[in-house]
């Protein structure tokens, strides 16, 4: 139990007896102080609100802290000993990206090139006409602009038919029999990621509906499918049959779409078991174009010292690549990331600073207002012996109570206001779904709180040490 020396019990004491006597007083340097306290917590909270926010991005596109990622660069053989050193390991995972195309055969993508549903071509459905576009069949032989994602007819390209939907969006479709260009049809474009165990423990995909896919059992025929929100939103945007057609596929298989997770990226990407996909893909044997398997990516924990020796070895002994190409990174985002939020920090603390100089000034201003009134008082405390010291502690004891009050309501504004902000918009932004008052801000509140009880009292305090004893006389 930690004991107060008797100078800091009756200065405590007496510092508290007289905020009591002078309530409104208080009030009113609280409500000058309140905001400037409230400040420091607020930025203090937001500051860590953002560092989590850029962290949980950071850890969905490239990764954990502390995860090792190795590079392997194309070759005929890297991919198939990358798949077969990591598959069914819990410290290890190999990814790898195809093209992938699912909808209708012999057409052109609504999002050609993978590109995102913003510039995607809208439903042919439900194409209209657009006043003063012209009439619907008009031909477009310009290659103006016809819609956001640029003319895919460039001048001296093939005629092209446009058609306006009712929204006002218009688009060129090629004329029939265009030997030069597939006709726009109902199918997506994505990027398909082959796993070869669970990537969230490196890559924490937060699962939107569905199920996660299964690397336990045996691998299906039709690929299952896990989608992350924006090829999602495609899917419900576009009717297409669900026929996927994969660069280097011996046949076009029929996929199973088991779930949506949020993967943090705006372009279209579907995640599948590696053995699934590699039943229809295959990396090597006849008819295998050289080349054709992509670069891979392995994620290891950070104790997965075994499984990178084994790797590098027989990347090295059988598929010839060099050691140099086969560095092994950290990943460290935290670090990456502090100078910034430290920077940014630093400049709002200051701003919040300047509004708490307005709370000093006020808690100075009723401070001396108040040893004014205590003239006699203090005089009177003089003369029965009392320190000077323990004077000036006893009206900065007032302005430290007074201060800690302040950072009290002020943090419990702040508790309140994150449990509305995570009711109100959780449901909208995941990263407000859970949010919670760090204590951080909770300590840089009752620090500020602290801190401008000390500046705002520390000239009152010396003025009260200052009276002279013959002051008792006047009363």
């Known amino acids: 139990m930690i004991r107060l020396s008797g100078g800091v019990r009756s200065s405590l004491i007496i510092g508290a ?3 009591r006597a002078r309530k409104l007083r208080t009030l009113l340097s609280m409500v000058s102080l309140f905001l400037g306290v409230l400040a420091v917590v607020v930025v203090q909270t937001g500051s860590e609100t953002a560092k989590r926010a850029l962290l949980s991005n950071l850890e969905l596109t490239v990764g954990r802290d502390g995860t090792r990622v190795l590079s392997v660069p194309p070759g005929e053989q890297a991919l198939s000993l990358v798949v077969d050193a990591t598959r069914g390991r819990d410290d290890a995972v190999a990814a790898f990206s195809v093209r992938a195309v699912i909808g209708e055969p012999n057409v052109t993508p609504v999002n050609e090139g993978g590109a995102p549903l913003q510039y995607a071509r809208p439903p042919l459905s439900g194409a209209g006409r657009l006043p003063g576009a012209g009439p619907p069949g008009a031909i477009a032989g310009s290659g103006g602009p016809v819609g956001p994602g640029g003319p895919p ?3 001296g390209g093939p005629a092209a038919r446009v058609y306006c939907d009712p929204r006002g969006f218009c688009y060129a479709v090629p004329i029939e029999g265009d030997p030069t260009r597939q006709p726009p049809g109902e199918a997506i474009e994505l990027t398909l990621t082959a796993l070869t165990g669970d990537v969230r423990q490196f890559k924490p995909l937060r699962l939107h509906s569905g199920q996660w896919l299964d690397f336990g059992g045996a691998p299906s025929m039709a690929p299952r499918l896990v989608l992350n929100l924006e090829a999602a939103k495609g899917f419900n945007r576009y009717l297409v049959p669900a026929e996927m057609r994969i660069d280097g596929a011996i046949a076009n298989p029929t996929p199973q779409i088991v779930g949506v997770v949020d993967d943090g990226q705006q372009s279209l990407n579907a995640y ?3 053995d699934e996909l590699l039943n229809w893909l295959p990396l090597t044997g006849p008819g295998v174009a050289p080349g054709r398997a992509p670069s891979a990516e392995v994620l290891m924990a950070p104790g997965a010292d075994a499984v990178a020796q084994t790797l590098r070895t027989r990347l090295g002994a059988v598929a010839g690549i060099p050691a140099d190409q086969l560095q092994i990174q950290v990943i460290n985002s935290r670090e990456d990331i502090s100078t910034e939020l430290a920077l940014v920090r630093w400049i709002f ?7 708490l100089l307005i709370g000093v000034a006020g808690i100075l201003n009723v401070g001396l207002a108040t040893v004014g009134e205590r003239v006699e008082e203090f005089a009177l405390r003089r003369a029965v012996g009392t320190p000077r010291s323990l004077l000036a502690a006893i009206v900065l004891a ?9 950072a009290g309501a002020a943090i419990g504004a702040g508790v309140v206001g994150v449990e509305l902000l ?10 407000l779904r859970d949010l ?4 951080q801000a909770g300590v840089a509140g009752v620090i500020a709180g602290l801190v401008a009880g000390v500046l705002g009292g520390l000239i009152p305090a010396v003025r009260a040490a200052r009276i002279p004893i013959a002051t008792v006389m006047r009363a």
């Open 17 to 19: 007896q007289g905020i």
């Open 272 to 274: 599948v078991v590696a």
């Open 436 to 439: 919670q008052f760090p204590w």
């Open 398 to 406: 007032e302005t430290m109570i007074t201060g800690l009050l302040t």
């Open 422 to 431: 995570g009711g109100f918009v959780g449901d909208q932004e995941h990263l």
């Open 153 to 155: 007819f460039g001048p």
């Open 349 to 355: 603390l200051g701003m919040a600073g300047l509004v």
